[in-house]
């Protein structure tokens, strides 16, 4: 008995569409795992490995309205360590993330910041918006802007 052949055309681009489905949604998870790994980081105040994480021209950095930026290495920790001392953190939440669409080098996600208020028990909420680009070590911090 003979068995049906498919059409070397056919197996191909179904071949293509197996593999890209998985690295998509590989890619997908990946930017994932990056931004819940950076709310653990700002949870934690750790400003040395969220420094750490910079791309490699340095970050911009807006913090209350004032930019910073790019700033590299030891100037990047010392700005998010003043950060981090002058806040008391009470939650990171991640947001959503996504791609840049026409430049899969790029993308940007959202953390949800509660912060208490100094001096009180009522806390306040930013949005710290987080560009990110893709290097050869991985995703990496472009952008920190922190929105009121």
Known sequence: MRRPRMHPLTLAVLMALVTAAPAAAQEAE??????NTLAALWTRG?????????????????????????VEGRRAEAALRQLFESQQTVA???GRSTRVVGAEDRAFGELTWTVRVPG???????TVFVGLVHEASGWRISQIRILP
């Open 30 to 35: 990946d930017l994932n795992g990056v931004m």
């Open 46 to 70: 750790d400003a040395v490995r969220l420094a750490d994480y910079g791309a490699a021209p340095g970050l911009d950095l807006e913090i209350h309205g004032e930019m910073l930026g790019p």
């Open 92 to 94: 990171v939440i991640p």
């Open 120 to 126: 009180s028990l009522a806390t306040e909420r930013s």
